[in-house]
């Protein structure tokens, strides 16, 4: 067990909806990654939080949001969901928040749009 | 952004085998992960190594920053080794760039 904590395990839902994705990190840990992993794209790094700040972004859609709470769980928010965007969603921790420290992932979300 | 190639992409073995998995990446990192998929998804780090050779258990992996490679080492392979195993390597801050993955099974 990591320590990185991902709800729900499972998603199913339709074209043009909106979901939520929640991520509680390790004990400790400021910083957390939200990764996308597509058969087609493989693990795509999204975006990253460092202590509520939003610190690096990578190929996240505008369709797509994030943030990190006080109580530093994070959550990506999707919207206008397109079957391309069924995808296995992982959020990671690490201790810090510059790239010098090892990256703990969840189980991840699984979407499905249909 | 920075290139990951592994290599090889697949490998089948027998139980008990040794096997090395190569990262090759295209600029100078400060950070690099290796990390392994198991059958279930989860995703596991097994080291952090942007330099340097480090050791744990059957595992081991050797990182040479100036020549932009790294090798993860696995002996005495078990069935429970299979999955994909991928390297991830990074720059500044969080960014890290996985490679495509190598996928082993593991025949007992």
């Known amino acids: 067990d990591s320590g990185v904590t991902q709800t729900p395990k499972h998603l199913i839902t339709a074209t043009g909806q909106r979901v939520t994705l929640r991520c509680s990190p390790r004990?400790?840990?400021?910083?957390v990654y939200w990764y996308q992993q597509s058969l087609d794209q493989g693990l795509q790094f999204l975006i990253q939080?460092?202590?509520?700040?939003?610190?690096a972004k990578g190929n996240i859609l505008e369709r797509f949001s994030a943030q990190q709470f006080p109580d530093l769980h994070s959550e990506l928010n999707l919207s206008s969901l397109e079957l391309g965007d069924s995808a296995l969603y992982f959020c990671?921790?690490?201790?810090?928040?510059?790239?010098?420290?090892?990256?703990?992932f969840g189980n991840g979300t699984r979407l499905t749009v249909t | 952004g920075i290139q990951v190639e592994q290599s090889p992409p697949d490998l089948i073995l027998q139980e008990g085998a040794n096997s090395t998995l190569r990262c090759n990446f295209s600029?100078?990192?400060?950070?690099l992960q290796w990390f392994h998929q198991n059958p279930w998804g989860q995703l596991i780090n097994l080291f952090y190594?942007?330099?340097g050779t480090k050791q744990n258990g059957r595992l081991s992996a050797t990182t040479v920053a100036t020549e932009r490679y790294s090798l993860l080492y696995i002996s005495s392979s078990q069935t429970t080794d299979s999955g994909v195993y991928f390297c991830?390597?990074?720059?500044?801050?969080?960014?890290?760039?996985f490679g495509q993955g190598t996928i082993l099974t593991v025949h007992p």
């Open positions: 190594i942007p330099s």
């Open positions: 990671a921790s690490s201790v810090e928040g510059q790239n010098n420290s090892p990256l703990h």
């Open positions: 991830a390597v990074g720059g500044s801050y969080g960014k890290l760039t």
């Open positions: 939080y460092y202590n509520g700040e939003e610190r």
């Open positions: 004990s400790g840990d400021l910083s």
């Open positions: 600029d100078s990192v400060n950070n």
